[in-house]
């Protein structure tokens, strides 16, 4: 098990750009899923991006050619850079971590981002 913690969210103008980090504790990280998801007022949790043990990613349509998710195995920690925001891009974003071997997900707290003007 990985406990996460996410940084980086805050308010932006639209056309503006964030980066968000999880930061994880605990072992065998660089065997885990990792995913970006988010979470907008009255909706459903979404997934975001994802970036996979042996390399490779998935982007939801969304945020494909905007977002960026990348791993560094040596700093426990899992990115996602995020580049012409739109208002419809606000939400609570989560950290996710799969376990491998059972399939069991871990989250973190979740970080805020607003576009705006």
């Known amino acids: 098990q990985v406990q996460l913690v996410e940084s980086g969210g805050g308010l932006v103008q639209p056309g503006g750009s964030l980066r968000l980090s999880c930061a994880a504790s605990g072992s065998g990280f660089r065997l885990y899923t990792l995913g970006w998801y988010r979470q907008a007022p009255g909706k459903q949790r979404e997934l975001v991006a994802r970036?996979?043990?042996?390399?490779?990613?998935y982007y939801a349509f969304s945020v494909k050619g905007r977002f960026t998710i990348s791993r560094d195995n040596a700093k426990n920690t899992v990115y996602l850079q995020m580049n012409s925001l739109k208002p419809e891009d606000t939400a609570v974003y989560f950290c996710?971590?799969?376990?491998?071997?059972?399939?069991?997900?871990?989250w973190g707290q979740g970080t805020q981002v607003t576009v705006s003007s």
């Open positions: 996710n971590a799969q376990n491998p071997s059972n399939s069991a997900d871990n």
């Open positions: 970036t996979f043990s042996q390399g490779g990613t």
